[in-house]
Structure formats: structure tokens, C-alpha cells
């Protein structure tokens, strides 16, 4: 059953923030992002859940969805041109490591939808588009963070905010603090300057540029030196053959010896 968000709705109002669409929760749910996609709701629609019986990842991966910690989805404004929804998911990532410096958290990015804390991962974020051929249809941004607990044996290890805040910290003081934030950023993706979002970016992500790097994108595997982002977005590998910018893909860091 979705009700009224009443918890966030508190959230925000300390924060003097008028949300301008519903707010709502699920104590159980499969997927917040399939509910709000099935829907058709307004744009900035939010709905946070309790727990997920279906949460995940990109490119289907399962993301570990117990009780307690943050599992929220927003129906993003579709006016945002679909060419610049990577420097979108970019700019989430952003506004959330803004949230969780709030909270005392050193939090780091990590291309292109990660969010890392002492080289474990802390939150991701997922960005679903749908289209036909007059457009954009629908925008979802998923947001999971371990607030309470993290996922065991993952490979990268987990981390919550329980041990990196010096604070207790709430799913719902989270949301807020990310909602309190993401449509400024909505607004820099979709129609700003690229540079804000790409150099944002850059000065919150992990340390390594100019160190060699995997990127998986399916079968096929690039390996070469990450230097940096171009004004889509995109990953820049140099590799023996050239710069390639990668729009997509699961990228980490190469160990001495791989």
C-alpha cells in the first residue's frame, strides 16, 4: 500500500523546502523505480519504500534491500534533452554526495553512478528512461543508500552510514537532504553549462585520473588511463589506439599487476 510520505514531508518542512508533487511511501515494495514508471505519476513524484522485494542495480544487478536503509525513486521533469541524461546521472551523484557531506560524510564518486566511502560502496544510482518516437516518455532516478546496513561478501565491500557518519542518521533525514538538492541540479544538467556538472563531478570523485583503468561494457573489456570527462559525460580512456569516450559501463580502478 503507498500512503503519504509524512515522515519526509517533516524532513523537508525543517528545511522551509515545498516539495512540488506528491510524497510517498511503501512499507513493502518490488521496485520503487518499476512503481513509479507503471504509474504515470507528475514529475518530482517520490516515492521512498521501507523495503524492496526487487531492488536493483544497473544492468540488472540485485541491489540487497533490507529494512532500514534509503530505497527512494523520483519521476524526473521529461523536458530534459534525452542527450544530456548521462550528465543527469552525473549531477544526482553530486547532490547526493552534497547530502551526505552534510551528514559528516567524506563521500567520493565514482563513475558514473556510485558512491563510494573509504573505498567501499555507500549508495548507488539508477537512472531509467523510456521513449518512443515523440521522445521522452518517462525519466526515473533510483536512489539506494545504506543508512542502517550494509550488503556482506560484495566485491566492492559495503559500507553505512551507522559507521561513516558521526551522527545517527535516518532514511528519512537523508531523502530530504537529497531532495533539498537534486532539482538545482536537475536544472544544471538539463539546460546549464556541462562544465558545472562535469567539474562537480570531478572535484568529489574518486583519486584516478591518470591511473589505468577497466571498463566493462558487457563482452567486451576496455582497459587504458582515465583522464577525465568529456561535455556528455562520457568516461575518457586513453588507450594504445586513442582517446575513447565511454558513455556506459562498469569501470574500477586496476590493481599493480592486473
Not at 531523502?175 to 562544465?195: F, H, Q, T, V
Request: glycine share 10%; charged share 20%; with cysteine.
Amino acid at each position: 500500500m503507498i500512503t503519504p510520505d509524512v515522515e519526509l514531508a517533516e524532513a523537508l518542512a525543517a528545511r522551509d523546502v515545498t516539495w512540488p508533487a506528491p510524497l510517498q511511501f511503501a512499507a513493502e515494495i518490488g521496485s520503487t523505480n518499476d512503481a513509479l514508471k507503471a504509474a504515470g505519476v507528475a514529475p518530482w513524484t517520490a516515492l521512498r519504500a521501507g523495503l524492496q522485494r526487487g531492488g536493483r542495480g544497473r544492468h540488472g544487478n540485485v541491489w540487497q534491500s533490507p529494512p532500514g536503509n534509503l530505497y527512494l525513486s523520483i519521476a524526473m521533469p521529461t523536458t530534459l534533452p534525452l542527450l544530456r541524461a548521462p550528465l543527469l546521472s552525473l549531477a544526482a551523484g553530486v547532490a547526493l554526495a552534497e547530502a551526505l557531506e552534510e551528514q559528516g560524510v567524506d563521500a567520493r564518486l565514482k563513475w558514473p553512478n556510485d558512491v563510494w566511502w573509504r573505498q567501499r560502496k555507500l549508495a548507488g544510482l539508477l537512472l531509467e528512461a523510456s521513449t518512443s518516437a515523440r521522445g521522452l516518455e518517462s525519466l526515473v532516478l533510483g536512489i539506494g543508500l545504506n543508512v542502517v546496513s550494509a550488503p556482506a561478501d560484495t566485491d566492492p565491500p559495503g559500507a553505512c552510514l551507522a559507521e561513516a557518519a558521526p551522527r545517527a542518521v535516518t532514511a528519512a533525514t537523508a531523502a530530504a537532504a537529497l531532495l533539498a538538492r537534486i532539482r538545482g541540479w536537475y536544472d544544471r544538467a538539463a539546460a546549464g553549462p556541462a562544465d558545472d556538472v562535469t567539474r562537480a563531478f570531478r572535484a568529489r570523485a574518486l583519486d584516478w585520473w591518470g591511473r589505468p583503468v577497466r571498463v566493462r561494457q558487457g563482452d567486451r573489456e576496455l582497459r587504458g588511463v582515465a583522464r577525465g570527462l568529456d561535455s556528455t559525460g562520457a568516461l575518457l580512456v586513453e588507450t594504445a589506439d586513442g582517446v575513447e569516450a565511454v558513455l556506459a559501463g562498469d569501470a574500477r580502478a586496476l590493481r599493480p599487476g592486473e
